[in-house]
């Protein structure tokens, strides 16, 4: 059984993907799939690159080399922010808007038409088993994958596996105290601070440059 899930679900996205790709050539030829995809990560918001790379799963480098051809390609727009000037944002030209227009009109047409001849008791009762198996697949994810430590809470225990963001940012964070493979239990998170015991030493940092601290729950 799980082998014909795992063979459904891999066959759809190829196909649907590769759909989205042959439309996406005879519509706006001069993007890939995936710059597609990041104008959609980004959305109607203006957010920052941080945002960016953890929505969409990939490098801070990967993330700005992308970021530079859709500014080159006037579908995106870069700002640094006012009060912090490591923080930058970046968010969707009017050419970048209609983009993303057409790809949401394009994926609620292909799943209107897929999904037609199906009665809506099974739809309804397949979102229904889907949420739960995305549940279950964030849970395992969580466990595997590094995480900002904002997505943890008070009483978490946790090891840092990365440090994002600038060299300034980092050099930062490591004269504090956080390097990689320190351990880190929360005492206390709000607005602004978050307050740690940081290998046995309590530190204290805003959530602007927290959010950089990329760790594992547990990872004793």
């Known amino acids: 059984m799980y082998e014909k899930i795992e063979s459904l679900l891999d066959n759809f996205y190829k196909t649907y993907y590769k759909i989205e790709e042959i439309n996406l050539n005879q519509v706006i030829k001069c ?85 037609d001849d199906i009665p809506k008791e099974k739809l309804d009762t397949f979102v229904e088993v889907f949420e739960t198996i995305m549940k279950n697949l964030e849970k395992v994810k969580k466990d595997i994958q590094p995480e900002t430590i904002l997505n943890f809470e008070k009483g978490d225990l946790v090891q840092v596996s990365s440090i994002k963001g600038s060299t300034a940012i980092r050099k930062y964070l490591n004269e504090k105290g956080v390097v990689i493979k320190s351990l880190i239990k929360i005492l206390n998170i709000d607005k602004y601070l978050i307050n740690m015991i940081v290998d046995g030493d309590e530190k204290i940092l805003n959530i602007e440059d927290a959010e950089n601290i990329m760790v594992r729950k547990n990872a004793l």
């Open 31 to 115: 993007l890939t799939t995936s710059e597609l995809h990041i104008i959609e990560a980004i959305g109607e918001n203006e957010i920052t690159m941080n945002e960016l790379s953890d929505k969409i799963g990939i490098t801070m480098g990967t993330a700005s080399v992308a970021v530079n051809k859709l500014t080159e390609k006037q579908f995106l727009e870069r700002s640094r922010s006012n009060t912090d000037r490591r923080k930058v944002f970046v968010k969707l030209t009017p050419k970048g808007e209609v983009a993303l227009n057409y790809h949401g009109n394009f994926h609620s047409t292909i799943l209107e038409k897929i999904t």
